[in-house]
């Protein structure tokens, strides 16, 4: 079955570090570029952070530039969003997708992305 696994997120307080777990299944992921998107209760879809098949190529959020990394273990048909300095904004549900794509916007940006991303991952940052 195709499908498209997170894992990784918890409760944790504000400045601490976790890092999420996409893992695919059915199909090989190092052919698609791969991507995290959030979702917090009553807000838009934020796209997070992206990278192309090969990583070297990366796109992130103005809201997580710098303390956010995108990774890629391709043979281990993984992707990873290692997050630092967590902040109570960053709470949401957090899914990945992997897609065929031109460009890392188009993917990062994609308006109908919920159709691609897995069941998600609860992040919760709160004191």
């Known amino acids: 079955q195709i499908r498209l696994v997170e894992s990784g997120g918890k409760s944790v307080q504000p400045g601490e570090s976790l890092r999420l777990s996409c893992t695919a299944h059915?199909?090989?992921?190092?052919?698609?570029?791969v991507g995290w998107f959030r979702q917090a209760p009553g807000k838009e879809i934020e796209g997070v952070a992206c990278?192309?098949?090969?990583?070297?190529?990366?796109l992130y959020a103005e809201s997580v530039k710098g303390r956010f990394t995108i990774s890629r273990d391709n043979a281990k048909n993984v992707a990873y969003l290692q997050m630092h300095s967590l902040k109570p904004e960053d709470t949401a549900v957090y899914h990945c997708?992997?897609?065929?794509?031109?460009?890392?916007?188009?993917?990062?940006?994609?308006?109908?992305?919920?159709?691609?991303w897995g069941q998600g991952t609860q992040v919760t940052v709160s004191s």
């Open positions: 997708a992997a897609l065929g794509v031109e460009t890392l916007q188009a993917l990062c940006g994609r308006p109908d992305i919920k159709s691609y």
């Open positions: 059915g199909f090989t992921m190092g052919y698609l570029a």
């Open positions: 990278l192309s098949t090969s990583a070297d190529e990366s």
